[in-house]
């Protein structure tokens, strides 16, 4: 205030056009500084290192109970948490919808059991990467930090948790940029959103109310997994796959994206089973999975068939794109959390040549 006072006195006459004008150059050129000057909230690669490891540790460590709030694109669901970590490292978990189909996922270490209750169904199956909210890195083989700088944005709150900001850009236009809301005593991660172009959020999870630090319950989410114990189980296997021996490469060097697994595994919408067989509408496919450590993508493949009408295109909910291409009487499916050109350049690489025959 005392400030504008005596800019306005300077300028005589044009008192208050020259405070307008003046205030307007003020916030200019502290514009101008800002932009000028974006180095002063990098952080060295040792800090971001530091606080990505402890972001991702938290998720596996802290005990915590919260509601979640899921936002991709226009679709919106909530979904209650509860975690636990004994002095050993074990890890139980337990994820209840809260709106839509009632669904229950509970997890010990990393088998996962889901609950289907329409279909009175467990579906039992191994979790290959911690990478779910508020977990954050994909895999350990790349190294994030050679993909994307990390700055520090200013502090805020999240679910009444103090918050340290943080932005992940990358250097290339092959994957998105992340923002991050990471509590400032735990680092477990409060909100995170991926960036689209122009800053438009394109997806966002948080937590909306959160306890951490709270007593164990492990024994309840151990009880709930042998309360299902009279469903039906179905076991979802994931057999390696070698994909050259079976004809097929994938030519799509994109920097950064590592191939991290090839497995034959069942796909589909699971319903009820029919009397000793396995769930209906599960269909096998061949899965390539690529990450950069902090995003990811796959390529499925599977061969045409009478029992699933498919068409080539492509589609895109949030952050999520999808190409579908047919080669020879093979379907090939990518989809990833990565721009559409992107998920186009893998599928446009995906190559079919039929095995030369053993004899």
């Known amino acids: 205030m005392h400030r504008g006072r005596s800019l306005a006195d300077i300028a005589g006459v044009h ?11 003020a916030l200019c050129l502290t514009a101008a500084a800002a932009t000028a000057q974006p180095s002063d909230s990098a952080l060295s690669r040792r800090d971001a290192t530091a606080w990505l490891n402890k972001i991702h540790r938290a998720a596996q460590r802290e005990n915590y109970v919260g509601t979640l709030i899921y936002q991709r694109g226009s679709v919106m669901h909530a979904s209650r948490i509860q975690h636990y ?3 050993a490292n074990n890890e139980y978990e337990r994820l209840e919808t809260l709106d ?22 467990v579906v039992i199956e191994k979790q290959e990467a911690k990478d779910r909210f508020p977990a954050l890195l994909a895999t350990n083989k790349s190294d994030v930090l050679d993909l994307y700088d990390m700055r520090k944005l200013p502090a805020e709150r999240v679910a009444g948790v103090e918050c340290e900001v943080f932005a992940l850009e990358p250097h290339d236009a092959a994957r998105y940029a992340v923002r991050l809301w990471a509590d400032k005593n735990s680092g477990l991660l409060m909100r995170a959103q991926t960036i689209g172009e122009g800053g438009k959020v394109l997806e966002q999870v948080a937590f909306s109310q959160v306890d951490i630090g709270v ?7 151990l009880n709930a997994i042998k309360g299902a114990n009279s469903w039906n189980h179905y076991e979802v296997s994931y057999q390696p796959a070698n994909i050259a021996d079976e004809g097929w490469t994938i030519n799509a060097p994109i920097k950064g994206f590592q191939k991290i697994r090839e497995v034959r595994r069942p796909l589909g919408e699971l319903r009820a089973p029919t009397q000793g067989a396995k769930p209906a509408g599960v269909f096998e496919v061949l899965q390539v999975v690529y990450s950069d450590g902090l995003t990811g993508l796959s390529v499925f493949i599977e061969p045409v068939s009478e029992q699933r009408a498919r068409r080539e ?3 895109s909910l949030g952050a999520t794109q999808v190409v579908v291409r047919r080669v020879s009487d093979y379907w090939i499916t990518v989809v990833g959390e990565v721009p559409a050109a992107t998920v186009k350049q893998f599928a446009a690489g995906v190559e079919y040549r039929p095995p030369k025959a053993v004899h």
Do not use: M
Not at 104 to 119: C, F, G, K, T, Y
Not at 215 to 221: E, F
């Open 15 to 25: 008192g208050k056009k020259g405070l307008r004008r003046s205030f307007f150059l």
């Open 85 to 87: 970590s004994d002095l």
């Open 100 to 121: 839509g189909k009632p669904r229950e996922v509970l997890r010990q270490n990393d088998v996962v059991h889901s609950l289907i209750p329409e279909a009175k169904l």
């Open 215 to 221: 007593p164990t319950d492990k024994q309840r989410i």
């Open 313 to 315: 295109g492509v589609a």
